[in-house]
Structures are given as C-alpha cells and as structure tokens.
C-alpha cells in the first residue's frame, strides 16, 4: 500500500515515469493491490519493492485495504480538511475550477483556485526555459522568519489531470487522507474510462 510520500512521489508527475506509473498501479482498482499481484504486473518492480521500502513510499499491510466507496464530492471536503492544520483547504483544478473546500468561503477558494491557475501558467513556462524546480510545491509566509507556511500549493496529477492542493496553516501531508483522496480521483475518473478501473491508461 502506498504511504503519504509514496503518493506524493508517485502522484507528483503530469508525464509519470515507469516508477512512478508503477506506484500508481498500487491503486488501480477498488482496493488495494496485493503485492505478489503488483511484482508480476511489472518487469523490475523487485529492485523498486526493495527501494519503495527503505524509502518508506510503500508499507505492507496484513489485509487487503478497501479504496473509497463514496461518491467524491461527498467526501472530498472531509478528506482535504484533515490536510491542513486549520483546516481550511481547497482542492482545485489546473485550470482554475475549485472542486472542493473546507473551511473557508467560496470566494476565497475561488481566489486561491485562480492563483493555482496561475502558479501552473508559471511552472509551465519555466519548465521550456529548463527549469523544472517551478513546478513542484509553492508556500507563502506571512512571518519574515518563514517558520510556517500561511498557505501552501502542492500539485499532483492524476491519470494525466492536473490538480492543485490549497492548504492554510500548517500542511499535514504525512496523513493517510492523501492516499484516500488521490485515490478517490482516481476511482472516479475510472468510472468513465471504456476500459474500465484496472484498464486506466497513465
């Protein structure tokens, strides 16, 4: 089962690399994959296993995990609020749209959509001009000492779409809520796709 960091590095690529589809095909489906299922998918996933492991991207769990049996909308909000040591936290598009929030106003999550938007604009741009770093995470302080993040932008792609994490306060990303709520998106894009929840393409 992927941990916080496993998703995050699995998770945090538009183009995933082999490794990182790989990780990704730990939620494929409707729980979790076994891994003597996940080893035989896959030429290499040994010498990742062993690497995933001591890097603490992957635990082992002694029963099968069952993925998220709600509909997104209904739980996308709870899910984004454990994230944020406020709780206040947006989930938003690439392209600007909020999908969810919690604990804050929708004007406000409107505002922080639209500077996701923004921050994918500038990422991209930078990405041609050879610089990759852009692209990664975002944080703005309010304290001049930067001790702790006023809010926090952090993306991901799932299946190829893009998406932007707002969190005020603090960012609890070491929280098993991550995996649920990447895994979430990921079930219901499958629910559209004609091959579908273990045929995804990536």
């Keep these: 089962m992927l941990t916080p960091a496993g998703a995050l590095q699995a998770f945090a690529q538009a183009r995933p690399d082999e490794p990182a589809r790989a990780l990704q095909a ?5 729980r979790a994959l076994a891994s003597e299922a996940w080893l035989i998918e ?13 890097q603490g991207w992957i635990e082992c769990l002694p029963r099968c995990i069952e993925g998220p049996d709600v509909r997104l ?54 990405l041609r001009r050879g610089w990759a770093g852009a692209g990664r995470y975002v944080a703005f302080h309010s304290d001049p000492e930067m001790l702790l993040p006023e809010v926090s932008f952090v993306p991901f792609w799932v299946d190829g779409v893009g998406y932007w994490l707002i969190l005020r306060g603090e960012p609890l990303l070491n929280n098993p809520a991550l995996v649920e709520l990447f895994w979430g998106i990921r079930d219901a894009g499958s629910r559209f796709s004609p091959a579908g929840p273990t045929g995804v393409t990536i």
Excluded: N, P, Y
Excluded at 26 to 30: D, N, Q, W, Y
Excluded at 82 to 88: D, N
């Design 73 to 126: 909308d209904d739980f996308v909000q709870h899910v984004i609020a454990s994230l944020s040591g406020e709780r206040c936290a947006v989930l938003a598009s690439e392209t600007g749209f909020c999908l969810g929030r919690s604990g804050m106003a929708q004007d406000e999550a409107e505002v922080l959509s639209a500077a996701a938007a923004d921050f994918s604009g500038f990422a991209q741009r930078q």
């Design 42 to 54: 896959g030429s290499g996933r040994q010498d990742l296993l062993a690497q995933a492991q001591e």
């Design 26 to 30: 730990l939620l494929g489906g409707k």
